[in-house]
């Protein structure tokens, strides 16, 4: 085999290069925003979900409270709600990521609808801290 040049790659790889994205400008107040509330569409959220909006409708009630299950599982992107959510919302509220791979998908869908400059806020459980930060991060 004199002569004949083998390439070698390196098996650990490259992460790719970290691109920020700015969180969207929070909200002053909640009184005459449109709130969409979130359920990724894992079983057993929606009605926890449905007690959250109630919640809020009592202790913010000059805010308008909508709540949306988001189409597929946690896995599948939902581009229409996010636009509706874009063009008619103030703010969104996501989750529940109470997995090791819902925790992440919410982490995301919050970063896309914070690029379209809708503020966000994640609910996920206490178990995966580490996991969300470390997801959020990349």
């Given at each position: ?19 920020m994205v700015p969180m969207a400008s929070r909200l002053d107040t909640l009184d005459g925003k449109t709130i969409y509330i979130v ?41 229409e709600l996010w636009e509706e959510i874009k063009e008619k919302g103030d703010g969104a509220i996501l989750g529940v990521g109470q ?40």
């Amino acid at each position: 085999m004199t002569g004949k040049k083998i390439t070698v790659l390196n098996p650990r790889g490259a992460a790719p290069p970290i691109r920020m994205v700015p969180m969207a400008s929070r909200l002053d107040t909640l009184d005459g925003k449109t709130i969409y509330i979130v359920s990724m569409n894992f079983p057993r959220t929606n009605s926890f979900f449905e007690e959250i909006q109630k919640l809020l409708a009592g202790r913010y009630p000059e805010a308008r409270w909508i709540l949306r299950v988001k189409t597929g599982t946690y896995f599948h992107n939902d581009p229409e709600l996010w636009e509706e959510i874009k063009e008619k919302g103030d703010g969104a509220i996501l989750g529940v990521g109470q997995l090791d791979t819902c925790a992440p998908s919410v982490v995301i869908y919050c970063s896309i609808l914070e690029q379209l400059g809708v503020p966000t806020a994640p609910v996920i459980t206490e178990a995966f801290p580490e996991l969300t930060r470390t997801y959020a991060y990349k």
